[in-house]
Each structure stands twice: as C-alpha cells, then as structure tokens.
C-alpha cells in the first residue's frame, strides 16, 4: 500500500464551534513522508505544527494540540477525514486556531478532498503495529487495542443517565468510512450546553452543526442520518484522536463509552508500548553486537552504531580496521568537508578540531574496552587525557588513522578504571597523541 496525496488545492470557509470566529482552511499537496502539518498562516512568520499526541493540551469537548505559542483546537474532524479516506501528507494551511465546524461531521471536509483528487505516491505507508494489546480506563469508560491486520472498531456510546445506549463494530476502509461513519455529526446533551458556555466553549455551535439530545427528543435541523448516529461520531472521533499517533493504526479498538480524554490517553499507551519495543530492539542489537565484537577483528560502521551511544554529529570512527589480542586496536576517520565544524574552524582555512582528534580517540578507546570485558552490560566513561600533543593540521581529505592500546587496569569499589595510550597518523605521520583515562561502569548504554 502507498501513501497518498492530494492533487490540487482546495479550500473550504465557515464559522468554527468552540471561538465562533470565520475561518478558512486550505488543503493543499505535500511530498512523501512529510506527514499531517498545519500551518497559522495568521500568526507571525507563519509557524507549523504537526499534531501528535505529546502535543494534547485539552481534551473538553474536543482535542487541543500545543507546541509553543501555536494552538489548534477540534483538530479530530479534520484528522478523522485524512485518515478516514488515506490521505498520508498535506499541508492545512488556516487563519484561526480552529477549523470550521461546517455540519458538525466529516463529511464535507471528505467531499472537498475527493475533490481534489487523491494521488497515490512511490513510498510504501508505513503503519503502527500492535504485538500486545493496550488498554486504559477511566471509571467505567475503556478502551482496549488489540493486535489485528487493519482497522476495526467495536464501540459503545451512553450517556451518564444510560439513555441513547448504541452500539456498533465495524470495519474501517475508505469506502465504509465515506459511507458509515464520515457522515455522523456531533451531539450533546441539552443539560451540558450551559456548562460548557461557562467553560467558554461552543460559542459557534447552532442546530446547524451539532445534534442536541434534550431528554428523548433529538433536537437538530435535519432528522438523524442514522438511528445509530451518535456511536458513528463517537468512532469518527477515535478515528481523528488516533492519526495523533503520526502513523495508521492497525488495530481492533473495542471502546465502552469513549471520549477524547481516554483516546488521548490510548494514544499516549501505544507510544509508550512503541517506545518501549524500539528500546527493546535496540538492546538486543547492542548486546548482538557486543557479543560478536568478542569474535571480530575489524568492524564496519554498522557495527559500530550498534555498539556505541554516540551518533551525528558526534560519531568520530568509521571502521576499526584490526583488533589485536584486546589490548590494540587501529581505526579510521575519513575526514571530509562535510563536517559540520568546518564552517568556523576556519572559514577559509578548514582544520579539524585538536579536542575532535581527542574523541576519536576515545571513542575507539570505547570500543576497545567493550571488546575486553566482553560487553557485561557496562559502558565506558571518557574520564581524562594527559601528555597531549598536536603536531600537524588535519584537514578534509585526510583519512585519520587511530592507533590505541591499552595498558593498565585497575577496580575500585564502584568502577574499573583504565588507561590507554593513543596515537592518531594521517599518511604514516603522527599528527596528535595522548595518554587517556576511562572509567568503566556497569550502569549500561543509555539509548541514542
């Protein structure tokens, strides 16, 4: 499956529910990969936000993202309709902190993308997966995800007095999305609506944009699309609250009585279930690696990310190219103009850093004592460097050779520390050296 696009663009204008203020929303196409991004363009330099889950900052009555000065609210609307028909890149432009409200569903903002035209791009879609299921709860409010190939959702709408009870599971794709649930408008309670003035919201709701239930009468502009409308915009809601994720999910969401409180709070227990599984892969690779470092005599710069915690632009080896008997060790560092020191040391006059020939250094020096406690789940600490001397520049186009070996060891009560001496040589000329001093705890890699 690829991602999508839109083809051209397309704008929609109306009054929003919660400010009332006229608003107007542009679609418009975005390349691969770059995801769901609003941008104010009535804000000063015309800021963007992506909305994702770290970024709910209220959840009455509607999802709020945050990120800094800029602020969107009821944003699940416009998100349940991209996700709901596979839309994976745009650009939204908007003048207001909101988008309109329109008929209080989905169902327009689907029209006008289909108007557009949906595209389809080179780059596979990627999706969340789930292993193990996820749940929260809250009182007597839950939500389960459940491992499962594509998108299904079983949901329970109630209010609190147990009238309007409804029910429905359903499979989502486009076509049932269009046809079953883009259509279901928002409702609320007659009793709320006072309430939720105070609380300074719905200043733009009306009949037009919203169903009100006042005891067993439904009060609207238009009967009901469906009898069992107001679970439809519950799960249109949990379709909008989970593209907060970033990605597709692939679940079988079963929800008793949801709202975007506890979807904010489902979608923050996934990424935490999907941080804790990169975490999990990435420990295993490290201790793989760790555990082959005991067998290799050279190493490529994959293995060497699996062993270390340093990345861009602080990684300072490209290759060992020979371990010998675990006390010597030579690596390279390609130096090329790529490097971002280059720009001010010196503009003109590019040199490698002497203290970046340092890291270097004890970065291979890492290496070298990982292979000689054989991992042991410890890391090694760059404590100090003495004797130092510079006797050449190194400049891009120099290929730094790092010669190590290791000389004494010695524990203390809480930590093993070691030496080593280092010598760095660019076309057989030593060009800097120094005697450094590493202590080797047993706390573990922290992850990059």
């Known amino acids: 499956m690829k991602q999508r696009t839109i083809l051209k663009e397309k704008s929609i204008r109306g ?161 049932s999305y269009v046809q079953e649930i883009a259509p279901a408008r928002t409702f609320t309670i007659y009793e709320d609506i006072e309430e939720l003035i105070k609380l300074g919201k719905i200043r733009g709701g009306s009949l037009d944009s919203a169903i009100v239930i006042r ?19 519950k799960i249109l809601d949990i379709i909008g609250d989970m593209a907060l994720l970033g990605l597709p999910l692939k679940a079988h969401i079963i929800a008793v009585r949801p709202g975007h409180a506890l979807n904010a709070k489902l979608t923050r227990a996934i990424i935490d279930q999907q941080q804790a599984k990169q975490q999990g892969s990435k420990k295993k690779k490290k201790e793989a690696a760790i555990e082959n470092l005991s067998k290799e005599t050279v190493l490529d710069i994959q293995q060497l990310l699996n062993l ?25 560092k390609n130096v090329t103009i790529n490097e ?30 990982l292979r000689r406690f054989r991992g042991e789940g410890i890391i090694p600490y760059f404590m100090s460097c003495d004797k130092v001397k510079f006797r050449k520049a190194v400049k891009p186009g120099d290929r730094l050779e ?9 524990e203390t009560k809480n930590a093993r520390i070691a030496s080593a001496t280092a010598v760095c040589k660019v076309e057989s000329e030593v060009v800097s050296s120094a005697e450094l001093l590493f202590s080797v705890s047993k706390e573990g890699f922290e992850d990059a």
């Open 15 to 175: 009054k929003t529910l919660h400010t009332g203020e006229d608003v107007e929303l542009v679609f418009k196409p975005a390349g691969e990969d770059h995801g769901i991004v609003f941008k104010r363009v009535d804000l000063y330099g015309k800021p963007e936000i992506r909305p994702r889950a770290d970024l709910v900052t209220d959840v009455v009555r509607s999802t709020t993202v945050t990120d800094g000065h800029i602020k969107l609210t009821t944003v699940e609307h416009v998100l349940s309709a991209l996700s709901g028909i596979g839309i994976d890149n745009i650009l939204i432009e908007i003048n207001g902190n909101e988008p309109p409200i329109l008929d209080g569903s989905s169902r327009l903002y689907v029209d006008l993308l289909k108007a557009a035209g949906l595209v389809e791009q080179e780059k596979d879609r990627r999706f969340v997966a789930l292993e193990v299921p996820v749940s929260v709860t809250d009182g007597n409010r839950s939500l389960i995800a459940l491992p499962y190939d594509g998108l299904k959702i079983t949901c329970t709408s109630a209010d609190d007095r147990g009238f309007h009870t409804q029910h429905l599971s359903l499979e989502i794709d486009s076509d």
């Open 215 to 233: 005891g067993d009468k439904i009060l609207s502009k238009e009967p009901l699309r469906f009898k069992d409308e107001f679970v439809r915009h």
């Open 308 to 332: 270390l915690p340093h990345r861009y632009p602080f990684f300072m080896i490209d290759r060992v190219l020979e371990i010998k008997n675990d006390n010597e060790l030579v690596a390279i």
């Open 340 to 369: 971002p020191y280059f720009q001010g040391h010196f503009p003109g006059s590019p040199v490698m850093p002497g203290v970046l020939q340092i890291e270097a250094m004890a970065q291979a020096g890492g290496v070298l004592l």
């Open 402 to 410: 790092i010669f190590v070996t290791m000389n004494k060891l010695r």
